[in-house]
């Protein structure tokens, strides 16, 4: 039994193309909400900067880890941290009356 080639079918074998799916940063609720009090917690502007340098070098290295491309890396982190600010601006004003409490 002749194959194609002189040498086994094991090293004809090719690895198959495959595209990674990045599941949306912007539709993990848990992880935005969880950031977004983190970042108000933190007592300093600087304290904040730091961290969220930290969560973008942990997003960063994640995507790279599983082969997502700089440019799908640089609109996921956009989406979340736009996704993040807007959570933060929700827990901030959570509870407050938009008429004020004097009614």
Do not use: C
């Not at 040498?7 to 990045?22: A, K, M, R, Y």
């Amino acid at each position: 039994m002749k194959r194609d080639g002189d040498g086994l079918p094991l090293f004809d074998w090719q690895q198959p193309v495959v595209t990674v799916i990045v599941f949306p940063m912007v539709k993990r609720v848990g992880r935005i909400r969880d950031v977004a009090a983190k970042m108000l917690d933190k007592p300093t502007d600087r304290a904040a900067t730091f961290y969220r340098d930290q969560v973008t070098d942990h997003l960063l290295r994640s995507f790279a880890r599983v082969g997502i491309s700089e440019e799908k890396q640089d609109e996921q982190i956009g989406a979340f941290w736009s996704a993040v600010d807007a959570e933060m601006t929700r827990l901030t004003y959570r509870g407050s009356r938009p008429g004020g409490n004097a009614a």
